[in-house]
């Protein structure tokens, strides 16, 4: 079988905009991005994890790409444009495929757009229904690019950036492609706050994963776009799993039997034993079912020593992106960058959940002794489950 490489990273969340600042931002455990606003909750104040600053405009008259969601995606775009420019000059377009996870797409902009229709009567002139479909995202960014290979949306809710990962990896090793495109991208809106809340799931304050004290999730937005081809570089995809427990529409399954099924699929995929494992970032929601879930699928599978975080306090749950942000945050400890192994923090108020089974929380500043492989979860509603591993190539 081919090797994949994740070749380039884009990428910008609540962390910051760009690998430099996110791995700043992300190591030291600074978030500026997250913040208590009531803006998409009227009358309830929620921390979310935002974006901040000005969005980079789209320059195209097709109505049905102007959203926000986009323009993160083209944010991301142009940190490795450079390398996707070089890329087309010298690969046939037929043989690059585009595949981006969301569950959001341009909702905000569907939802503002009704509230201009039941403030005036009319939907505003530049609305258009395509605005919010989800296969908006991956055909704005290959009509962005000119890109004419497969080009396709995954939007199976939470684990949808890792699965378009394994997507990438299969479109190559198949030999349909010999690039990808592949990420995920998320916009906050009103819709999926709400949703949330009427599951009781949110929190008004900085989420607190595997704590006694957790009360809940906080959403978040983000993209992150990564560049993989069989060309070698120092970042290897060495394996994804993927499962469907169906257990229930938003609860997941408490023995976590379809967890453990991903994670040992990414293991097996790598032909890796589970001690070979350097660092797992944690699918971590704070809310009490996953946690519990969670934790007691990683202690059986590698023991309480391996190191492991959660993120979502820094970023914000980003729903359709969390897949792709929170690998691109293994990417991030992987890079050459990172010289001295550090590894993104677990940021809790330290009180652990006393019907949970410990596991080794990363300390704001802790470096790993040996940094070869690091691995990201994903647990979506539905059963859809997902893992990645990713390696530092000698």
């Known amino acids: 079988m081919k090797k994949i490489y994740l070749n380039e990273l884009g990428v910008l969340c609540a962390l910051g905009r760009g690998k430099a600042e996110v791995a700043r931002n992300l190591l030291a455990g600074i978030s500026p991005g997250m913040t208590i606003t009531s803006q998409y909750s009227p ?3 929620l921390m979310l994890g935002q974006v901040i600053g000005d969005l980079p405009p789209l320059a ?4 049905t790409y102007h959203s926000r969601n986009n323009q993160l995606l083209l944010a991301a775009l142009e940190e490795i444009r450079p390398a996707v420019n070089a ?18 797409s341009g909702m905000a ?12 009567g009319d939907f505003p002139a530049h609305f258009h229904y395509g ?3 989800l296969g908006s995202t991956s055909a704005f960014l290959a009509d962005a690019l000119g890109i004419i290979g497969p080009t396709y949306t995954v939007s199976t809710a939470c684990s949808s950036g890792v699965k378009v990962l394994a997507s990438a990896q299969r479109l190559i090793q198949a030999g349909i492609c010999d690039a990808v495109l592949a990420g995920g991208v998320d916009t906050l809106c009103g819709f999926t706050i709400a949703g949330f809340s009427s599951l009781e799931s949110v929190s008004a304050e900085r989420c607190n994963p595997f704590s006694a004290n957790r ?19 120092t970042i290897r995809l060495c394996g994804v799993g993927e499962s469907s427990d169906g257990y229930h529409i938003s609860a997941p399954e408490p023995t ?11 293991l097996d995929q790598a032909q890796l034993p589970a001690a070979d494992i350097d660092y797992l970032n944690l699918h971590g929601t704070a809310t009490p079912q996953n946690d519990a879930m969670e934790a007691r699928v990683v202690h059986d599978l590698f023991g309480a020593d391996l190191l492991v975080s959660g993120t979502k306090p820094l970023t914000g749950h980003t729903l359709g992106a969390a897949g792709a942000l929170e690998a691109a945050f293994c990417w991030l400890a992987l890079d050459a960058e990172n010289q001295e192994n550090r590894l993104p923090p677990h940021i809790w108020d330290g009180v652990p959940d006393p019907e949970l089974p410990q596991l080794r929380w990363v300390k704001l500043g802790e470096r790993a002794q040996r ?3 690091a691995m990201s979860s994903s647990f979506a509603f539905g059963g859809n489950n997902a893992a990645v591993i990713l390696g530092r190539e000698n």
């Open 131 to 133: 605005q919010q479909a």
């Open 87 to 104: 890329l087309l000059a010298q690969v046939p377009s037929e043989r690059i495929g585009v595949v981006i996870g969301t569950s959001t």
């Open 215 to 233: 009360k809940g999730i906080n959403i978040g937005e983000a993209a992150a776009l990564f560049l993989l081809s069989a060309t070698p570089s």
């Open 60 to 63: 195209t008259d097709n109505i």
């Open 371 to 373: 940094l070869r492989y």
């Open 109 to 120: 902009a569907a939802e503002q757009a009704m509230q201009h229709r039941l403030d005036s």
């Open 256 to 266: 976590g039997r379809g967890a453990r099924l991903a994670l040992q699929g990414a």
């Open 43 to 45: 009358g309830r104040e």
